[in-house]
Nanobody
Framework: QVQLVESGGGLVQPGGSLRLSCAASGIIFSMYTMRWYRRQAPGKQRELVAAITSGGGSNYADSVKGRFTISRDNAKNTLSLQMTSLKPEDTAVYYC???????????WGQGTQVTVSS
């Protein structure tokens, strides 16, 4: 059974940092492109924040470029998102997502809340 479990969310002041983690099980992690999405408000569409291929190539939404860093550890089946210089508009539920690199099979985690507020 595939499981993606996010952790590391919380309340942080503007300008602060947080590190999110996603622990994957039930998949061959190295066969998947991994992504972080976020939903900033109920009913709003999830937006892609960052993605990283099995080989380590990454890309970012313009809104987080230079502030967020996505990384993965294929040996530990773990995805991370280092977030710095956080802004109130980064407040959202952050979701881990996996996409199989050939079949396109998608899995989602349950999400972790990040709140940026003074």
């Amino acid at each position: 059974q595939v499981q993606l479990v996010e952790s590391g969310g919380g309340l942080v002041q503007p300008g602060g940092s947080l590190r999110l983690s996603c622990a994957a099980s039930g998949i061959i992690f190295s066969m998947y492109t991994m992504r972080w999405y976020r939903r900033q408000a109920p009913g709003k569409q999830r937006e892609l924040v960052a993605a990283i291929t099995s080989g380590g190539g990454s890309n970012y939404a313009d809104s987080v470029k230079g502030r967020f860093t996505i990384s993965r550890d294929n040996a530990k089946n773990t995805l991370s998102l280092q977030m710095t210089s956080l802004k109130p508009e980064d407040t959202a539920v952050y979701y881990c997502n996996s996409v199989h690199r050939t079949s396109g099979l998608i899995n989602w985690g349950q999400g972790t809340q990040v709140t940026v507020s003074s």
